[in-house]
Each structure stands twice: as structure tokens, then as C-alpha cells.
């Protein structure tokens, strides 16, 4: 095994033989569960990215057909297969899968069981938490936790665009300079936001009569002063609300009401604005545009170029450079 940390960052790798070793593994890293292997040396490769609020998983087991019973995952892991085949049955529902195909890989609160072929799959995994974050309408409103109703893609389309999102995600985390605090934390609510409009659930996302009422221009200058002032922190939607003391779609009928932008992009201004301040006062001896982007939640170099050109006429490599 080797393991890497970067800030809030861990990374894993694990070469298994053996069903025991590989059940006892899975156990610990999942949930409890029996494995039984038709073959003496199963073998699984597991490589693990631990950002905290989610996991980024690559499975690869090879010369054998495992047969595996478990409890309860109590999280929310997504799985794509890359190859190979996958059988689970979960609450009296059986499904197969196949290269390409996009799944939750069980009712986070039921016992599933699973038969899988020789095959490589990735996965993400979910604190529950943090999708209610990112769901949430107003505290108290929803009587029923955040449940998903499907555990297969609304559509070809959004299965494609949580790919996609995972492979951005993916090469971000694994970049040590890119994956700064406020790179995860942003990774991790992109990737909620993601899998709740790939996967149909009883999240409510249209503003209420209340919200719309109480979006007036008092708890927009709270919320814009809770951003000037924590900026540099990890924060989100859900905390820019709880600050001015309104729900999150109150606080995003505000911004788009009286400023026609989004609490998140009106932080992604103020905290492109310091960047900016950074790189006037940097040494470009010492200091790179990447690692300042970064610093500031911006780990696409080519986007963050683009806003920075289109707010202040120049590059910030230019910046730097003056």
C-alpha cells in the first residue's frame, strides 16, 4: 500500500489476493459484508482519493466471479463501470450493468447483494450530509429526509454529464498544486449538485412563497458582507444563507433579484478580486499565477485567464509580470 496527503487530501493504492483479504478489506472501507469467490486467488486493485466530503474510488478485480451480501452502505456511492459486468439486487429489484453504465450502487439504507464479473469500475462516494446541504430549501419545510427515487440516470444525457463532471473532478483533485481548500470544498458541492440532477429524488428546488418574500435588499447586504468577509474560507451557498438568516433559495432569488447574478458567482467575483490584489503585490520570482488562482478556488488555468481578462482587460500573467 502507498498513501500521499495533501492538505485535507489522502490518497490510497491496495493490491489484494485472497477472498478473505479482499471481504475484510471491502468491510472497512465500505460496509459489512460476506464474500465468496469461485475461484482460491481472487486479486483487486483499489486506488482511493479521500477529499473528506467525498471519495473518489478505482475498483479493478480480475480472475474471478465474487458473490458479495452487505449490510447498509449509509452513504451515497455512484458507481460507472469502465468494463466488465455487474449484478445487484437491492429491495427485491435486480439490475445488471454493463461498460459505460452509471448507477447509485444502492439504496444507501437497504442490504443489497452483488455478483461481480471480472471487470474495473470507478466510483464516488457521498456524505450524506452534504447533499442535504446542497439540496436544502429551508430547515423545517421538508418533512422527510433527502431520499433518491431511482438508482439509475434520469437520462442518457445526465448519466453523460456526471462523467464528465467526475473526470474534471478527478484531474483537479490529483493535482497537488490545484487541490487547495477551497478547490475541495467546491469539488465536493459540484459533485452533489451533480448527482442530484442525474438521479431523480424528493429534493425541492422551486422557490416558496416565503422564500420569494423574504428576498428583500436587508438580507442580500448580509449575505454580501458574510462573503466579503470569509472570502478566503470554505464556504457555500447554504452558509452565505444561514449568515444573512434566510433559506438558500431565498438568498438565490435575492441575488438574482437585485443583482441579477448567484450567490456563488458573486463570490467567484469577489474572490477573482483578491486574486487580482494577490498578484499586484506578488514576487514573480516566487510566485506563480497557477499557485494564486489555486489559493482562490480557480484550478482551471485557461477559465480563470478568460474572467480575468474580461474584468480587468489584461492577463493575469501580465499582472504578475508588472
Known amino acids: 500500500m502507498t498513501t500521499t496527503d495533501q492538505a485535507a487530501l489522502q490518497t490510497s493504492t491496495h493490491m489484494l489476493t485472497g477472498a478473505d483479504a479482499i471481504e475484510q478489506f471491502l468491510s472497512n472501507a465500505y460496509t459489512s459484508m460476506r464474500l465468496r469467490s469461485d475461484t482460491d486467488r481472487p486479486r483487486l486493485r483499489y486506488d482511493r ?10 475498483l479493478e478485480q480480475t480472475a474471478a466471479i465474487l458473490d458479495i451480501r452487505a449490510a447498509p452502505l449509509h452513504t451515497v456511492a455512484i458507481n460507472r463501470m469502465a468494463t466488465g459486468r455487474m449484478q445487484r439486487t437491492c429491495g427485491g429489484v435486480e439490475q445488471r450493468y454493463g461498460p459505460g453504465d452509471l448507477y447509485i450502487a444502492t439504496d444507501p439504507d437497504q442490504p443489497y447483494t452483488v455478483r461481480w464479473l471480472p471487470s474495473e469500475l470507478h466510483s464516488a462516494a457521498l456524505d450524506p450530509g452534504l447533499l442535504a446541504r446542497v439540496a436544502a430549501t429551508a430547515p423545517g419545510r421538508r418533512p422527510a429526509p433527502l431520499r433518491f427515487t ?14 464528465d463532471t467526475y473526470c474534471y473532478i478527478a484531474h483537479t483533485v490529483h493535482n497537488p498544486e490545484a487541490a487547495t481548500p477551497l478547490v475541495l470544498g467546491a469539488a465536493a458541492r459540484l459533485l452533489a449538485a451533480v448527482t442530484l440532477t442525474t438521479f431523480a429524488n424528493t429534493a425541492l428546488t422551486d422557490p ?19 462573503i466579503d468577509d470569509n472570502a478566503h474560507r470554505d464556504i457555500s ?7 444573512a438568516h434566510v433559506t438558500i433559495r431565498t438568498i438565490q432569488v435575492a441575488f438574482r433579484r437585485h443583482l441579477d447574478t448567484t450567490p456563488t458567482a458573486h463570490l467567484r467575483r469577489v474572490r477573482l478580486h483578491h486574486a487580482h490584489r494577490d498578484l499586484q503585490a506578488a514576487d514573480p520570482t516566487t510566485t506563480t499565477v497557477f499557485a494564486v488562482a489555486s489559493r482562490w478556488g480557480f484550478p482551471n488555468h485557461s477559465r480563470f485567464t478568460a474572467s480575468y481578462h474580461q474584468t480587468y482587460g489584461t492577463t493575469p500573467s501580465q499582472t504578475l509580470r508588472d
Not at 482519493?49 to 478505482?58: E, I, Q, S, W
Not at 416558496?208 to 458574510?226: G, K, Y
Not at 451557498?237 to 449568515?243: G, H, K, L, V
Open 49 to 58: 482519493t479521500d477529499a473528506g466530503a467525498f471519495t473518489l474510488d478505482t
Open 150 to 163: 431511482s438508482l439509475d440516470p434520469t437520462t442518457p444525457a445526465a448519466a453523460a454529464h456526471w462523467w
Open 208 to 226: 416558496t412563497i416565503e422564500d420569494r418574500h423574504d428576498a428583500h435588499p436587508d438580507c442580500l447586504r448580509r449575505a454580501i458582507a458574510f
Open 237 to 243: 451557498a447554504a452558509d452565505i444563507a444561514a449568515a
